[in-house]
Nanobody, 117 residues
Framework: QVRLVESGGGLVQPGGSLRLSCAAS????????ISWYRQALGNQRELVAV???????DYADSVKGRFTISRDNAKNTVYLQMNSLKPEDTPVYYC???????????WGQGTQVTVSS
């Protein structure tokens, strides 16, 4: 089992940047695929970015070219660098860890991002 804690959210002006962190505790972190999702109140949770154990990455079209996901297995942490932020990037961001298709999803508690002038 792995426990995830997100941090780094906050208030930023449009065009600004934030870096979110997803810190994990538990064994085998380097083997997990880690994903970042976001969810606005009343909306479904949306996949933003994913990084595999081999550091292959993929992004939602809405954030391509602006967001970068990376991992530091020595620190058991995955990062989401968010640049050129827009008001629509605002909701709560969650990270998810998954080892394989037959294992459960592990979620963090979320971190709020607010993009507003």
């Amino acid at each position: 089992q792995v426990r995830l804690v997100e941090s780094g959210g906050g208030l930023v002006q449009p065009g600004g940047s934030l870096r979110l962190s997803c810190a994990a505790s538990g064994p085998l972190f380097s083997r997990y695929t880690i994903s970042w999702y976001r969810q606005a109140l009343g909306n479904q949770r949306e996949l933003v970015a994913v990084i595999t154990s081999g550091s292959t990455t993929d992004y939602a079209d809405s954030v391509k070219g602006r967001f970068t996901i990376s991992r530091d297995n020595a620190k058991n942490t995955v990062y989401l660098q968010m640049n050129s932020l827009k008001p629509e990037d605002t909701p709560v961001y969650y990270c998810k860890a998954k080892l394989s298709i037959t294992t459960p999803n592990y979620w963090g508690q979320g971190t709020q991002v607010t993009v507003s002038s």
